[in-house]
């Protein structure tokens, strides 16, 4: 397992997920607001003609980034040191943490004011930094929300998608020490007390960390989109900026972004463009901070890269489409997928970054339905990953001394299939069983190893007479031929 991808995979999604299940207030929460995305970004993505080709390109250029990838990683640390600034290659959580952590000690302050970022929240930043004494500011609302609820972000995108307006005006009332006293749910004035909280951190903070959304190679130019305004205080006030990203944001060139420009707001919050893309390239006098530090960071993504089939999952640029299409993510939420990264991304993403044998079921929190690979801005193939570590995880198991239930029936339903006299007697057996185990035609919850399938799941009784016994019954001329 990658040493430090923040993994709280307990219980497993099965059992997480049954209990989310039973939670009606964040299933209205979830419906709610995913539906809301969802014919908003179906609007914005049908009024580009070329829609489909943006897509093509998008995922051309993320293969072919992969497939050069330390090419392109060492012309991003050419550029970036030639404009002022400073690499650093983190292998894991713990290097990438403690870099950070002497950075901004360095510096000699106690407190950095963030951007919102999945990187940093991967590795744990926040939690290390506390270690260290230093307190970490989330400046975006909704990570806000979570960090003063002692909370877990629930999407990539909308991390406080689980709470409701009323729920957040709670959070500030009994956690923000400066909300007013007679605060409302009003979305305006949660939002004013929100401004007027982070307002004194951002004039006060010398250091910021940030994520990224992607790094120009040729340019050594970073960029972050964002839509409250937070990125860009962040990114230009403090003296300090430390840019921690995954090795798998770098592009080519800066042309490429016209691609994923158009993609990312669409895809992301039915918006046709960002309300801020900020962009930087190294340090520059009088203007923004004086001193930059891009941390690039592994965590397992070379590991992934590895994988021919799976390695498309870090094409991924963080949109969250997939999430608001996914009839799972939509019933259970984000926290029981256990890992920062949830919905059909993060089913496909944290056992890879983990190592599949510390997320197993996670391939298998799909239907399979296809519409996450529908909505993917860069033409992630989910399905065909998901049914990939499927495989994987069942190759696992082969070689067991103990053999577990599923290969047993699998075993038997083999030698079953192999002949057709075994499949009329299993049939009959079949029927006979259903009849003796069922009510009311249908066969509802069964003992034994049988409970885990059939809890969720009622079939009907098999008929007495199956359709080979029919058939031999009502055709006889047939028989003899
Ligand atoms: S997998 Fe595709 S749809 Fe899902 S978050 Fe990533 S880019 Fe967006």
């Known amino acids: 397992m990658s040493e430090g991808l923040v993994w709280l995979g307990t219980p497993a999604f099965p059992q997480a997920a049954k209990k989310a299940l039973a939670d009606t207030q964040l299933r209205r929460n979830l419906g709610k607001a995913t539906g809301t995305i969802r014919d908003k970004r179906l609007r914005v993505c049908a009024e580009l003609d070329d829609w489909e080709q943006l897509r093509d390109s ?25 404009a002022g600034g400073t690499v650093h290659w983190a292998a894991d959580a713990a290097e990438a943490n403690r870099i950070v952590a002497e950075l901004v000690k360095a510096t000699g302050e106690r407190e950095v004011v963030k951007v919102k970022s999945m990187a940093t929240q991967e590795i744990g930043l926040n939690e290390a930094l506390a270690a260290e004494g230093i307190t970490a500011h989330e400046t975006d609302l909704a990570e806000l929300i979570v960090q003063l609820a002692d909370d877990r972000p629930s999407h990539i995108l909308v991390p406080a998608i689980h709470r409701n307006r009323a729920e957040i005006r709670e959070i500030f009332r009994s956690r923000m020490p400066d909300a007013p006293a007679d605060l409302t749910d009003e979305p305006r004035a949660l939002a004013e007390a929100a401004r007027l909280h982070l307002r004194e951190k951002f004039l006060r903070a010398k250091v910021a960390v940030s994520g990224a959304n992607f790094a120009v190679a040729e340019t050594g130019t970073v960029l972050v989109v964002e839509s409250e305004g937070n990125g860009r205080m962040c990114l230009t006030l403090p003296d300090t900026l430390i840019t921690v990203m995954g090795i798998e944001k770098v592009v080519p060139t800066f042309a490429d972004l016209e691609v994923f420009l158009q993609l990312l707001p669409r895809s992301a919050t039915g918006e046709r463009m960002n309300p801020y893309t900020s962009a930087w390239t190294g340090v520059h006098a009088a203007d923004g901070p004086s001193t930059f530090h891009l941390v690039l960071l592994d965590n397992g993504r070379t590991a992934t890269l590895t994988d021919q089939v799976g390695r498309q999952a870090l094409g991924c640029i963080r949109c969250s489409a997939c999430l608001n299409v996914c009839p799972v993510y939509e019933r259970v939420g984000g ?11 993060g089913a496909i993403l944290t056992p890879q970054l983990a190592g599949v044998g510390h997320a197993a079921s996670l391939p298998f929190a799909s239907t399979l339905c296809g519409a996450c690979y529908d909505a993917c801005p860069v033409k992630i193939n989910i399905p065909e990953v998901l049914v990939h570590l499927r495989a994987k995880e069942v190759d696992a198991k082969r070689g067991r001394r103990t053999p577990t239930v599923e290969s047993l029936l699998m075993r038997a339903a083999t030698e079953v299939l192999a002949s057709p006299e075994r499949l009329r007697l299993a049939q009959k057996a079949g029927a006979l069983g259903g009849r003796l185990v069922g009510r009311g035609g249908r066969i509802g919850p069964l003992p034994g190893p049988f409970h885990a399938w059939s809890d969720t799941r009622d079939l009907p009784v098999p008929p007495a007479e199956s359709f080979r016994a029919w058939w031999q019954r009502t055709h006889p001329e047939e028989n003899d031929r």
């Open 335 to 345: 926290h029981a997928y256990g890992s920062v990264y949830p919905g059909p991304i």
């Open 58 to 82: 998008a995922a051309a250029l993320k293969l072919r980034t992969l497939r050069h990838l330390p090419r392109y990683l060492e012309q991003l640390e050419a550029s970036v040191t030639a």
